[in-house]
């Protein structure tokens, strides 16, 4: 009997995901951020996203393991990686300029008595050059920084299975979909500066080293799309930068606002103990807004951390209210 799982990464750039003068062509419409990729995720959509410049890279990891009276007796990888274009506007005409996709990294597969665990690299760079100062010799670069990430995968003779990002480029988001196209989980943490410093060379898979990665839970698909309503008015709207370890609100204070975390991840702590995780698309603060009560929580970053805040009325009742529902108490 033959069973295949597959497990699949997106990466894309989220609005306001990069810092300094890099972000310029960005803010002048010469490129462009990425819209989010969709909740969920069949196979023949890569082809589709790609061509559509939705994604700058997809990793595409999909194994099948030989099961024979209960014993595995073979197994292999028969997945793929896809890389997408940039698309520069000069003038009246837009160009594209396709990225440099790195071999596929498959490691040899690692077996149980009754499982089989697959490990691959997928990633890549723009095909524009990028002149940089970089983090060690030759403290120079013309290419582009690297982007990647890398998808285990875990397949048991029964025909369940496990998968995780073991190790992601720190640059940009990483969306995980599992064997069914669903979204699952997502890269928690954008560091542009150490990418656009670091991620080249030695710093990558295929020089040897792999960047370990913070995952977060994913939100509600309700919050998805009320953040991408918020997002795309979003330029009157204050953003809040929040230091690893400092509090977003105390538990106990008074305030209506809502907050959407763009980046980072914060912990939910209720009289100092930490009780939940929250990290980017989640929507905060609705029970205060609903109640105008004191806060229930504290919420303190965990890493580096940015948020809007978005004003009682940047949603309506009802919105809050399916927010609230879907939240643990204490979230709030």
């Known amino acids: ?21 890099p972000k310029l062509p960005f803010e002048m419409g010469i ?43 073979d197994c292999g990888y028969s997945g793929d990686a896809l890389i997408g274009t940039t698309r520069v506007k000069i003038g009246p005409k837009t160009i594209g300029f396709p990225g440099i996709q790195y071999p ?3 490691a ?11 490990v691959q690299s997928a990633g890549g760079r723009m095909g524009l050059p990028a002149p940089r100062r970089v983090k060690g010799k030759p403290f120079f670069q013309v290419s582009s920084a690297s982007a990647w990430t890398t998808l285990e995968l875990t397949v048991h003779a029964d025909g369940t299975h496990e998968h995780a990002l073991a190790g992601a480029s720190p ?4 969306w995980v979909y599992d064997d069914e196209g669903k979204l699952a989980e997502k890269s928690a943490e954008i560091d542009f500066e150490r990418w656009w410093r ?9 020089g040897g080293e792999d960047s370990p990665t913070l995952v977060s839970a994913v939100e509600s698909e309700l919050e998805r799309a009320l953040a991408r309503l918020v997002m795309k008015d979003s330029k009157s709207l204050t953003r809040r930068e929040v230091a690893e370890g400092d509090a977003l609100v105390e538990q106990g204070e008074e305030g209506g606002e809502l907050f959407l975390v763009l980046d980072g991840v914060f912990d939910v702590e209720v009289d100092g103990e930490a009780v939940a995780q929250v990290g980017p698309g989640t929507i905060l603060g609705e029970r205060a807004s609903l109640e105008g009560k004191e806060r229930t929580a504290t919420l303190r ?32």
């Open 1 to 21: 009997m033959r069973i295949e799982k597959s497990v699949t990464a997106i990466t894309w750039i989220p609005s306001e995901a990069i810092e300094g003068m």
């Open 31 to 73: 490129t462009h951020y990425d819209e989010p990729p969709p909740d969920r995720l069949a196979p023949e959509q890569l082809e589709e996203l790609r061509d559509a410049d939705r994604f700058r890279e997809a990793n595409h990891l999909k194994a099948w393991i030989e099961v024979d009276d209960g014993k595995i007796v």
């Open 104 to 106: 596929l990294i498959q």
């Open 108 to 118: 040899e597969p690692e077996r149980g008595p009754d499982w089989v665990k697959f």
């Open 171 to 174: 640059f940009p988001r990483h």
């Open 198 to 206: 670091e991620s080249y060379g030695p710093n990558t898979p295929w």
């Open 301 to 332: 970053a965990a890493t580096r951390s940015r948020v809007v805040v978005l004003p009682r009325d940047a949603l309506d009742q009802g919105e809050i209210t399916a927010i609230a529902s879907s939240h643990r108490r204490e979230l709030s």
